[in-house]
T-cell receptor, first 112, second 113 residues
Framework: QQQVKQSPQSLIVQKGGIPIINCAYE??????FPWYQQFPGKGPALLIA?????SEKKEGRFTISFNKSAKQFSLHIMDSQPGDSATYFC???????????FGKGTRLHILP | DTGVSQDPRHKITKRGQNVTFRCDPI?????LYWYRQTLGQGPEFLTY????????KSRLLSDRFSAERPKGSFSTLEIQRTEQGDSAMYLC???????????FGQGTRLTVV
């Protein structure tokens, strides 16, 4: 049973475009939703995270939109650059728990 | 380098052999996690330590897998009698107090031939 469903599997966007990656979750006990960025040969790195008491969070060019009633959240990357080409994972966690549940990832390619 | 360090970065082994990986967490981080990542998938939780105590193990962690953190600092993950299905990236992460603020190492890529 996949607790965090992520789409699309891959995405190609022109430089300057706004890629959008979507995630959906089932467990309403989740209360922390991070996004990770992973480059080839590297471990995942925390990019931005949100809690369900807010509907949007921005950090630089990265924005998370959160819809609690729909149990969905998404990552938007403004003014995307070729250096943003990486695999992005959405994830979910319960603060009382000690593990992060990851989605399957989205391979993003930004064309120069 | 003050990040999470994993050794070796790559390991090729024959089926049936035992392998051991090491993880050095960020200094003063008392929580240490092991995850496994297969090609095209997100990381999957394996086990977690708080200091030297192993507090949770995933069902993914079969009897052939054992993890230790003897002095609450570095950790080792051993796989006995490796199988081809064990081929994956093994990721270590550490945090000060919560899984939500964990920092990952670069991983050990295991190939079982």
């Amino acid at each position: 049973q996949q607790q965090v469903k992520q789409s699309p599997q891959s995405l190609i966007v022109q430089k300057g475009g706004i890629p959008i990656i979507n995630c959906a979750y089932e467990n309403t006990a989740f209360d922390y939703f991070p996004w990770y960025q992973q480059f080839p040969g590297k471990g995942p790195a925390l990019l931005i995270a949100i809690r369900p008491d807010v509907s949007e969070k921005k950090e630089g060019r990265f924005t998370i939109s959160f819809n609690k009633s729909a149990k969905q959240f998404s990552l938007h990357i403004m003014d995307s650059q070729p250096g943003d080409s990486a695999t992005y994972f959405c994830a979910a966690s319960k603060v009382r728990d000690d593990k992060i549940i990851f989605g399957k990832g989205t391979r993003l390619h930004i064309l120069p | 380098d003050t990040g999470v360090s994993q050794d070796p970065r790559h390991k090729i082994t024959k089926r049936g052999q035992n392998v051991t990986f090491r993880c050095d967490p960020i200094s003063e981080h008392n929580r240490l996690y092991w995850y496994r990542q297969t090609l095209g998938q997100g990381p999957e939780f394996l086990t977690y330590f708080q200091n030297e105590a192993q507090l949770e193990k995933s069902r993914l962690l079969s009897d052939r897998f054992s993890a230790e953190r003897p002095k609450g600092s570095f950790s080792t993950l051993e796989i006995q009698r490796t199988e081809q299905g064990d081929s994956a990236m093994y990721l270590c992460a550490s945090s000060l107090d919560r899984a939500t603020e964990a920092f990952f190492g670069q991983g050990t890529r295991l190939t079982v031939v």
